[in-house]
Nanobody
Framework: QVQLVESGGGLVQAGGSLRLSCAASGVTFRGYAMGWFRQSPGKEREFVSA????????YYADSVKGRFTISRDGAKKTMALQMNSLKPEDTAVYYCAVSARYSGSYYPREYDYWGQGTQVTVSS
């Protein structure tokens, strides 16, 4: 049974930082990409960042480029999202996801498993 468990969310002031983590277990794909998406009330789930199976390729939404950094530890089957210079518009539930693709993807439909999400709230 696949489990993705996110942690690290919370409340932070604008300009602050948070580090999200995702721990994956039970994934049987030979190799898999991982990604972060977010969703705020009344909006569709949107792509934030993704990382390829090897970690050699990373992808970012324009809105977070230069502020967020994605990384993964293959041996530990974990992924992290370092979020700096946070803005109120970054407020959302952040979801970790796994895709059977080797490369990352911008599209939620190309991800096979999802975590339950962790709330990030940025106050102004």
């Amino acid at each position: 049974q696949v489990q993705l468990v996110e942690s690290g969310g919370g409340l932070v002031q604008a300009g602050g930082s948070l580090r999200l983590s995702c721990a994956a277990s039970g994934v049987t794909f030979r190799g898999y990409a991982m990604g972060w998406f977010r969703q705020s009330p009344g909006k569709e789930r949107e792509f934030v960042s993704a990382i390829s199976y090897t970690g050699g390729s990373t992808y970012y939404a324009d809105s977070v480029k230069g502020r967020f950094t994605i990384s993964r530890d293959g041996a530990k089957k974990t992924m992290a999202l370092q979020m700096n210079s946070l803005k109120p518009e970054d407020t959302a539930v952040y979801y970790c996801a796994v895709s059977a693709r080797y490369s990352g993807s911008y599209y939620p439909r190309e991800y096979d498993y999802w975590g339950q999400g962790t709330q990030v709230t940025v106050s102004s």
